[in-house]
């Protein structure tokens, strides 16, 4: 995979690609707190036959940020102005959990650059927007992840400083992404393992129907980490709807599955 480096406002934002033919590019956003390390296993599977990136957010992984607090707004503002790396046309962004929130915030405010949108396990479910109930939530999908994803969790925590995950949590439950969501014009699939305890069904089909033109894909087996747990599946599916996308996709809650 190469590395790119792009400096956004004085600081090195970094991403990874997986070269591939055609377009457009899907780019990868992670989670709060964590690093592009977790969608490696996605690209090695996507890669070579879409061109396919994951960036590091501002202060997380490889990229550097400022030392204050950077709300998800700003985020989002740092990886439009990060995505020309990719090249001049608009991009697939494949949000994973809070990756998601930032993911739709782009498509809302910046619809030219953003040809779809593909939500992993998008957070955060209206219903359990505290901590507690997050933290209960996140105890009881931990089973369902594979044993490497909490040896990733540790090192990115570290990578990205306590401060800066704490920080991306309270702009996770701050955010309603309910509220943005009818205002996605891009096809858009949201993907949901069968077994994530942080995106319950309920949730997902919600989130799917309030999208303009969304479908829903389940992947059985899964936690919350798809990327993570069933690159290939996600890949299978993620294909399908890249080679689709300009045509019909299912409005409102159309469901699919990945096994």
């Not at 996605?42 to 490889?62: I, K, N, R, S």
């Not at 998601?100 to 359990?128: M, S």
């Not at 540790?154 to 309603?176: Q, S, T």
Request: hydrophobic letters at 40%; charged letters at 20%.
């Amino acid at each position: 995979m190469r590395r790119v480096t792009v400096q956004v406002d004085g600081f090195p934002m970094v991403g990874r690609r997986a070269p591939g033919p055609g377009g457009p590019p899907v780019v990868c956003v992670h989670g709060a707190g964590i690093s592009s390390r977790a969608f490696r296993p996605f690209l090695a599977e996507l890669g070579g036959q879409h061109d396919t990136w994951a960036v590091d957010l501002p202060g997380c992984g490889a990229s550097a940020a400022p030392s204050g607090r950077m709300p998800l707004r700003a985020l989002a503002d740092a990886l439009v102005q990060w995505l020309p790396a990719t090249g001049p046309e608009p991009v697939v962004l494949l949000g994973g959990s809070f990756g998601c929130q930032i993911a739709v915030d782009v498509a809302v405010r910046y619809p030219d650059r953003v040809a779809g949108l593909v939500l992993v396990g998008p957070t955060v479910d209206p219903k359990a927007r505290t901590a507690p109930r997050q933290l209960v939530r996140w105890l009881r999908n931990a089973p369902y992840e594979r044993p490497s994803m909490a040896r990733l969790n540790v090192a990115d925590y570290r990578d990205a400083g306590l401060r800066r995950v704490r920080w991306a949590f309270a702009e996770a439950l701050r955010d309603r992404v309910e509220d943005k969501l009818p205002h996605v014009h891009a096809p858009t699939l949201v993907v949901r393992g069968s077994t994530d305890r942080l995106v319950p069904q309920e949730w997902a089909e919600e989130a799917t129907a309030l999208l303009p033109s969304g479908r829903l894909a389940v992947v059985e087996g899964a936690g919350h980490m798809v990327p993570h747990r069933r690159p290939a599946e996600l890949a299978s599916i993620v294909r399908e709807f890249l080679a689709d996308r300009c045509g019909s996709v299912g409005v409102g809650g159309g469901r699919g599955s990945g096994a």
